[in-house]
């Protein structure tokens, strides 16, 4: 077992927060009947993303050989995910109730 590097394991936990759009994409699409089929397209790939970053981020943590594979998967599904929160905010298929 090799030493512990301290940059992989700070990445490592920064992709742990993956489990936020992983669960709010498994929330949406679990109702997705109920829902828009953009909102439900907009769900799955909040879901797919936030599973890579946490797939990349036990990668990461676990300590399975090459550092670079896991750190361009979890970093593409980070800019994927909140990407597709910014474009969903921005078309309205996220509705944010502001002041009228």
């Known amino acids: 077992m090799s030493k512990p590097s301290i940059c992989r394991m700070g990445l490592g936990f920064l992709l742990l927060y993956g489990l936020i759009p992983a669960l709010i994409g498994y929330f949406i699409v679990r109702q997705w009947a109920a829902e828009r089929t953009v909102l439900a397209v907009c769900a799955a790939t909040l879901l797919l993303s936030g599973a890579t970053m946490l797939m990349s981020a036990l990668w990461l943590l676990s300590d399975l050989g090459n550092q670079r594979l ?31």
């Open 70 to 100: 896991p750190v361009w998967t979890g970093s593409i599904g980070s800019i994927l995910s909140g990407g597709m929160l910014v474009g969903a905010t921005l078309t309205n298929v996220l509705p944010c109730s502001g002041p009228n």
